[in-house]
């Protein structure tokens, strides 16, 4: 099994290593462009060529020990890979590991943050996505890619963050006052302060990275134009690290590309850097 980060065995075992990376292959629900099932895989093998030292933070967050765990691989129905990441996420929880969720299409998100919403009181979700996903039910199913804001919803406040992209009936559960719309925040970082304030003390993040602009992400299943950059959007999380009390996340929807690995590379740096915020705070 590939080991994210491509660490030396000391810093990857389970009961000494303070973060897991929880691997979901899950692409049963997407209507685009299949393949996210991949995306766990590709992350993985391109974070195997990560320097290890972070720049910024003057740290090298891989000495906490970081534990790949076996991938979920659950596909009978995104109601049963729920609920066995569910489960999964749980069980880790309960150990005290910081938990890292890698997918896969959006649907994976649900199972942690339900497991986040029972493990941590004064939950709220922070989304970075292109689109809403906040339709109560696709295709047939409430656990499809585009209802997993609904089901966060369900459970607690949530704020969303470089939408370009949403379905006119999803107004309804729309909260106009916690969307900060792709194409009004362009111009200055002041709304970064009003989205954090927003949040409650203890923060789930999860990253669609459609959300970013598919000059910088082009293997994605839905890419949008008009996306995040780079470094505005590290700024963003360091604050809410530095803020609130990150207790998890995920990072979804990478849809390899055999020709362009920078969008592997980008997800698995992302991923680090993000550790890096948190244990360096």
Known sequence: MICYGGLPDEFTREKESKIVILPIPYDGTSTWVKGSDLGPTALLEASANMELYDIETDSEVYLHGIYTAPPIVENKSPEEMVKASEKEALKHLESGK????IGGEHSISIGPIKAHAKKFKNLSVLQIDAHTD???????????HACVMARAQDLCPIVQVGIRSMDVGEKERLDPKRVFWAHRI????KWMDMAI?????????????????????PSTGTPEPGGLQWYPTLSLLK????????????????????????SDFL???LVYKILSYKFAK
């Not at 003390?201 to 602009?213: E, M, Q």
């Not at 996340?249 to 020709?259: Q, R, T, Y």
């Open 98 to 101: 910081f938990l890292v969720t």
């Open 186 to 189: 362009t111009q200055c970082d």
């Open 239 to 262: 604050r809410v690290v530095e803020k609130k009390n990150l207790v998890g996340f995920d990072v979804v929807e990478l849809c390899p590309n055999p020709h362009e690995k920078s």
């Open 134 to 144: 906040l339709r109560d039910s696709y295709e047939g199913s409430k656990n499809n």
């Open 267 to 269: 997800a698995s740096k």
């Open 197 to 217: 304030d927003l949040l409650t003390d203890n923060v789930y993040l999860t990253i669609d990275l459609d959300g970013f602009d598919p000059s910088i992400m």
